[in-house]
């Protein structure tokens, strides 16, 4: 059934899956109460409850669960034609060094366009990327997300092994990439302030930049109106992490 589903959504224009997923969006606002309050405390607690910006959320998270289907499936030449580049050339740049590159793609846009938009370029096949994801339960949901690897983007799942394998990436001089606002398991994070309250935050793109000299660039697909596609922002890290002897109690760092 969801295989099926997942194919009919890729056939579709995208401007229609986005409207869908919109539609999807406010679906679930409307019929639930526990996440209707937790987006909108979300909103209040980072200072942007206003009706547009709540609407937009609500809309946007709707596509950002069915996008992922059309992304997977289409053919690289459509991943080309519907993401551009806000700095035209950039990514090309960053491949074109011989320093390790580590993407962090937080859930903010459509972070599997991104993914997505790295396999399509040329040096991709000498530096693939490698991008953690913690694999699902249900076999089928598993088979879909195994739709996500192409020539030049590699799946790690998010254990001990999957580590291993972005540590090896960078080491190697590829590239890795990491969702960084995802909660760690316990003892692999630590407490900062986020908007006023504490949160448990992941630690290993840090640790990982610090083991391999890789340079950090944050990832932002952004998407354009009316379904007209993507708008991709790189901004580099503007500091450089200074290698450090990490601390043995991180379980992270047993790669050898």
């Not at 679930?28 to 109460?33: A, D, E, I, Q, R």
């Not at 040096?123 to 598993?142: C, D, G, I, W, Y």
């Not at 302030?193 to 930049?209: D, E, S």
């Not at 901004?235 to 790669?255: A, F, G, H, Q």
Request: net charge positive; glycine share 8%.
């Amino acid at each position: 059934m969801l295989p099926a589903l997942f194919r009919l959504l890729s056939r579709l224009p995208l401007r229609w899956v986005h409207a869908l997923g919109a539609a999807l969006g406010w679906l679930t606002y409307l019929l639930s109460p526990t996440y209707r309050r937790t987006l909108r405390a979300n909103l209040a607690q980072a200072g942007l409850n206003e009706p547009r910006l709540r609407r937009s959320a609500i809309a946007h998270a709707g596509r950002q669960g069915i996008e992922a289907a059309w992304l997977w499936q289409r053919p690289p030449s459509d991943i080309v034609d519907c993401v551009r580049e806000a700095e035209p050339g950039c990514l090309a740049t960053l491949l074109g060094e011989r320093r390790p590159l580590l993407l962090l793609t937080p859930h903010l846009g459509s972070f599997e366009a991104s993914a997505q938009y790295y396999a399509t370029q040329p040096l991709a096949q000498a530096r693939p990327m490698t991008v953690l994801f913690r694999p699902p339960r249900k076999e089928a949901l598993r088979r879909l997300i195994g739709e996500r690897a192409r020539p030049g983007l590699l799946l790690a799942p998010a254990s001990l092994a999957g580590v291993r394998m972005l540590m090896r990436a960078l080491r190697s001089g590829h590239t890795a990439g990491i969702l960084p606002d995802q909660v760690p398991s316990q003892g692999e994070g630590a407490w900062v302030t986020f908007f006023g309250r504490p949160a448990y935050t992941m630690t290993l793109p840090a640790r990982l930049a610090a083991a391999s000299g890789a340079r950090i660039v944050f990832a932002l697909c952004e998407r354009l109106p009316a379904g007209r596609g993507y708008l991709l922002r790189l901004v580099p890290l503007p500091w450089k992490y200074t290698p450090r002897c990490p601390p043995r109690s991180c379980r992270y760092w047993k790669t050898g």
